[in-house]
């Protein structure tokens, strides 16, 4: 078979393996499942990518050609968004492991189906070319993700998986009532053909309309400031592999979702009409600033996180107002490194939960002498956070800087700066616990964590030094998918 | 509601009924409104006919909570072996032409197959869903705390 043929198989193979997962009985043989399942489909996105780099994949199901059917359209960019997704999803069901024995003990089958449902459910959104598919899987993807935070142990997770729902479902929403206006105004759902035929349309009531429903409906899944509400939340209860899993991805793949559309389908000159700069850049710059001051009083670590990651949405937006090549480069490259950086704190916050069975930032204290490599971990990603030179998150907030000097937009640096000063406090707090404060005289012995979760956090770690110093991949691929957003270049 | 006459009597004419219309939905689907979901869900709702007037315990004798699940998996498997036939036998993913020589018939077979697939899968997770809510009655008691707000 050629590799296009092999190329739907990253989403498939997750796909048909969740259902199997499901009937499996016991623990290791759902996570080995899970994990062969996963392993399959970051191999096929690892192989799909330096073939799509050079020309689009098109893949049609079922034969049917389009328009009319439904398929695959796989291109820079997104083929390094499902090399991202998966390589993250192999990254993490090691990790997940031990966590889930303790925090899922019983019916781990289906625990782990959901957990495949949910990446096939990313993987899909990612890879099809069809705007009503999208919203299919943004749906696999969503129930099955609010099935897995309410996994959590404590029955606030119900609570924080049932407010996801509601705003979830409200996005999903707007965005079918967009893509239903769409239709209704140019009879197709094949993104490349929208994308021909929204011009002719493109003054009218319907297709502006649409386009509002659309960015908000994705900015719900987006959690971009102001309709961030359901994140904290969620992050919070859900089981910590969970949290790592969708932290890394979920939000991500919303903002793929959001650029292909206005990009490709509506089109740069339709998106500079309408108020899209405008919007993205005051929201992503209150979010950045009011979500950055909101994680320093977070009681947990993981909420502090959660709201970091609101923040991190604020920096993304920010990139993709711009609207240049180097803007949305700068994003891109964002949405890799925020992986890359925000799995690595989660999975060492989820290792002090392993062992401590808390993560409020007052239990943190004298951690560094009895975890020493997790805390360790937790400050070299927090580094990464910050943007310090050599990590990865320095060179995402440098594209994003350099994209901003390039349009004079002072702004935009400074608050980036300002921000950065605020993670370097929220950060603070949790490493000054661990490192200067003295442990609780009562507090039982602890040891550090087994290999299962010390070699996934520890490759996260040095990734995030690998792509701070060898950016060929990263930007250069980045790059390479905003010039095909843009509509520039080759 | 055993007791009542009439519910009994009409609920055993009907439920033979809703399933006989269930199963023409389901297979008839090729040629006339209808499919998997909508089979699926009639199905499962003479199911849970049966359930409300002769209780859950007869029900779950019928079809037991653990067929169900096997079900719900199983159907979708259905689905995707049958996509991947396709792909087997040199088409794409849900690619129905390779399956038969004629390709009507070929189109025909891959669409009743996928469909039985959907309508399995579609009745048992209604049935799930029924039957969990069935069992909830003796929790309603306990008070809701959520540990934590914001």
């Given amino acids: 078979m050629t590799i296009l043929e092999w190329m739907p198989f990253s989403v498939l193979v997750p796909l048909i393996a969740a259902p199997l997962c499901a009937l499996l009985p016991g623990r290791v043989m759902p996570w080995s499942l899970a994990m062969l399942a996963v392993i399959a489909s970051a191999a096929i996105s690892a192989l799909v990518l330096p073939a799509a780099v050079d020309e689009p994949l098109r893949y049609a199901f079922g034969n049917w050609p389009p328009p009319f059917g439904i398929e695959y359209y796989v291109d820079a960019v997104n083929a390094f968004l499902a090399l991202l997704i998966s390589a993250m999803a192999v990254v993490i069901l090691p990790w997940a492991r031990k966590s889930v024995n303790q925090e899922v003990p019983e019916r781990q089958g289906p625990f782990y189906a959901l957990f495949l449902l949910a990446m096939s459910g990313l993987m899909g959104i990612t890879l099809t070319g069809d705007a009503f598919n999208v919203f299919v899987f943004l749906e696999i993807s969503s129930l099955s993700t609010y099935a897995l935070i309410a996994h959590g142990q404590r029955r606030a997770a119900l609570l924080a998986s049932f407010r996801y729902l509601i705003m979830g479902t409200l996005g999903a929403t707007f965005y079918l009532i967009g893509i239903g206006l769409l239709y209704i105004a140019t009879g197709t759902l094949n993104m490349a053909d929208l994308a021909e035929r929204v011009p002719e349309v493109s003054d009218t009531r319907a297709v502006r309309a649409a386009f509002g429903f659309i960015v908000v409906g994705i900015g719900l899944k987006l959690a971009l400031f102001p309709l961030h509400r359901w994140l904290p939340g969620a992050y919070a209860n859900a089981p910590s592999a969970v949290t790592v899993f969708i932290a890394a991805t979920a939000t991500k793949v919303a903002v793929y979702i959001l650029l292909r559309l206005v990009f490709t389908v509506f089109g740069v000159e339709f998106a500079l009409d309408m108020p899209y700069r405008e919007v993205f850049f005051t929201l992503g710059i209150i979010g950045i600033l009011f979500a950055s001051i909101s994680a320093i009083d977070q009681p947990t670590a993981k909420r502090m996180l959660a709201y970091s990651s609101v923040a991190q949405i604020g920096y993304i937006a920010l990139a993709i107002s711009l609207v240049s090549v180097e803007g949305l480069a700068a994003g891109l490259v964002h949405i890799f490194n925020h992986a890359l950086m925000k799995g690595a704190l989660f999975m060492a916050v989820g290792a002090v939960i392993y062992r401590l069975g808390t993560n409020r930032v007052e239990d943190f204290a004298g951690l560094a002498k009895s975890m020493p490599w997790t805390m360790l971990a937790f400050v070299l990603a927090g580094l990464s956070l910050i943007g310090v030179p050599l990590t990865a998150g320095f060179i995402s907030k440098w594209a994003l800087i350099q994209a901003a000097i390039a349009q004079d937009n002072w702004v935009a640096v400074a608050v980036v700066l300002v921000g950065s000063l605020l993670a370097v406090i929220y950060i603070g707090r949790i490493a000054e616990a661990a490192y200067l404060r003295p442990a609780p005289e009562n507090r039982a012995p602890i040891r550090e964590v087994g290999p299962w979760m010390m070699v996934p956090l520890w490759l996260l770690i040095a990734a995030n030094f690998w792509f701070g110093i060898d950016t060929s991949l990263t930007l250069d691929t980045a790059t390479r998918g905003a010039e095909v957003l843009m509509g520039v270049g080759p | ?150």
Avoid: K
């Fill in chain 2, 1 to 150: 509601m055993r007791e009542n006459g009439i519910l009994r009597i009409i609920a055993r004419f009907l439920i033979p009924l809703i399933m006989l219309f269930a199963l023409y939905v389901q297979f008839h689907g090729d040629y006339s409104p209808g499919g998997g979901f909508q089979a699926g869900v009639m199905f499962a709702a003479a199911w849970i006919l049966f359930v409300l007037i002769y209780g859950l315990e007869a029900g779950l004798a019928v079809i037991p909570e653990r067929a169900m699940f096997v079900l719900s998996a199983a159907g979708s498997l259905l689905y995707a072996l049958i996509g991947l036939l396709g792909v087997m036998l040199g088409g794409r993913f849900l690619d129905f032409y390779p399956l038969l020589d004629d390709p009507q018939a070929a189109q025909q077979a891959g669409i009743i197959l996928v469909e039985f697939g959907v309508g399995v899968t579609v009745a048992s997770v209604v049935m799930l869903i029924f039957t969990m809510f069935a069992r909830r009655r003796g929790d309603l008691g306990q008070a809701w705390h959520p540990e934590e707000h914001d």
